[in-house]
């Protein structure tokens, strides 16, 4: 009798040892599958931007000869100013030279730029240089008011670097659509 009594003892004691272990145990499968989620969902995002791009936002890529190159962050955030921020920047250029982001549209909208009325982009209306440093390296967040245009306007859109002095195409993009948000 006084074994079973132990026993009893024991096994009481031992429960919440146990139950605590299964708990963990669960905890760690739901961490584990948590992650495994997120896992999915970011493989997920990543796919549908490279299928389907957000027209309001572009990540242009600029590129040259050799190993010259360039980006722009197109952003129109969603405010009633309808700004277009470029942040653009240039690699492996000209050091300390003067260059310029200009871009060109078309309303055919078939992924294919043929536009050539190139505008000269800056700050608003105002042309701003990009300038490198000693490296060949530039930087520089460039602003685009877009509140003449109309919202869902669509287009192709594709940008390219110039030399500020001899105006020779250095970068150039390739073929965007864009719709003003």
């Known amino acids: 009798m006084r074994k079973n009594i132990l026993y009893a003892i024991i096994i009481m004691a031992a429960l919440p040892i146990l139950n605590f272990s299964c708990k963990k145990e669960s905890i760690q499968k739901e ?3 948590k992650e495994q989620d997120d896992e999915l969902e970011e493989m997920a995002s990543e796919n549908a931007r490279h299928c389907a791009p957000d027209s309001f936002n ?5 590129a040259g000869t050799g190993n010259r190159k360039g980006s722009i ?3 129109q955030d969603p405010d009633p100013e309808k700004i277009v921020t470029l942040d653009t920047k240039i690699k492996h250029l000209e050091p300390n030279h003067d260059y310029q982001l200009q871009r060109a ?14 505008l000269t982009l800056g700050l608003g209306l105002t ?3 990009i300038t ?15 509140s003449a245009v109309p919202s869902g306007a669509v287009f192709d859109i594709h940008f390219r670097i110039i030399d500020a ?11 965007y659509q864009y719709t003003v948000r």
């Open 127 to 129: 042309p701003q240089a």
């Open 31 to 33: 961490a584990a599958q």
């Open 58 to 62: 572009l990540d242009v890529v600029l």
């Open 165 to 175: 002095t001899t105006s020779a195409v250095v970068l150039t993009s390739g073929c």
């Open 105 to 118: 549209v078309d309303q055919t909208i078939d992924g294919n730029c043929t536009g050539t009325a190139w």
């Open 73 to 75: 962050k197109f952003r």
């Open 132 to 146: 490198t440093n000693g490296g060949g390296n530039g930087h520089e967040e460039l602003w685009r008011d877009l």
